[in-house]
């Protein structure tokens, strides 16, 4: 079913709320500034969440400790610190994404490989983008969605007030939403010939899930939602990347799985896990680090890889 945008309605304007409208109308102006100095203060904002954020700090060094354990310390603690800044701009482009017109958007940003969308949309199927959690994500959306708009997954906020700004922030460039557990509606927008997009680089935990290796970490919880998609719609798979490079944003779309889905699920974890390899290393600096993405373990009675983080 597809998600209604929440009415304005004066509760919104309850006293407790009076706040959090400040911090918005001062994000909001903010958001005007030149993109040089917006990235300076992304940048500010990454070293404040460095000191404020200890715990996902820790996550993130774990997580590139284990994914790259031949890498020099020094080597790692340098991607940990450009992580850190691009958190800090992630804030800034949720803002832009958001907010910003469309002329502003198509200034700095430019579309790779959407002929691979193109060839399967040629043939009646619906697109299944396989993306990754980069941390440009908000604005990227906003960019594949001026090419074409798509079906997105949503999880609606819970503050009220956030919730009317964050539906009406991620429908600029949809076609519509959908609530993140309908998939029967995510069936039908590809049957439909739509362009859908799922991340599958995070760990849900064992239902649904297969463990692969990813990385130097041989047993990763890899969720197999694309496999039990792709068997149940008409449809085939595009990866899409989204990262920022020196001239702005990028949208890459790139080949999707080919003899897939295989009867062998281990397989089909594995070909989705070295295709989030290659997508997360075209922007390592810019991937979410600071998801345990490796929480969940083969063996239900092994120690969790989080423990005793260094903080």
Known sequence: ?????PPFELKLLHPKYWLLWFFIAIAYLISWLPYPVLKLIGKGLGKLLGKLGKKRVAIARR????SFPDMPEKEREA????????AGMAMVET??????????IKGISRIEGYEHVEAVLAKGKGVLGLAVHNMTLEVGCRVAGLQKPSVGFYRPHDNPVMEFLQYRGRARSN???????????LFKALDDGEVTFYLPDQDYGPHNSAFAPLFAVQDVATTLGPVIIVQRSNCETVFINSFRDDKGYVIK???GLKDFPDQDDKINARKINERVEELIMEAPEQYLWM????KTRQDADAPS???NLKK
């Open 79 to 86: 991607m940990l610190a450009a992580n850190l800044e691009n």
């Open 253 to 255: 779309y790139s080949p």
């Open 1 to 5: 079913m597809r998600l209604e945008a």
């Open 305 to 307: 890889r989080y423990d």
């Open 95 to 104: 803002m832009m994404g958001w907010w910003w017109p469309d002329w502003r």
């Open 63 to 66: 997580n590139i400790e284990l």
């Open 291 to 294: 998801h345990k993405r490796y």
């Open 175 to 185: 076609n519509y939403l959908i609530s993140k557990r309908d998939l029967k509606s």
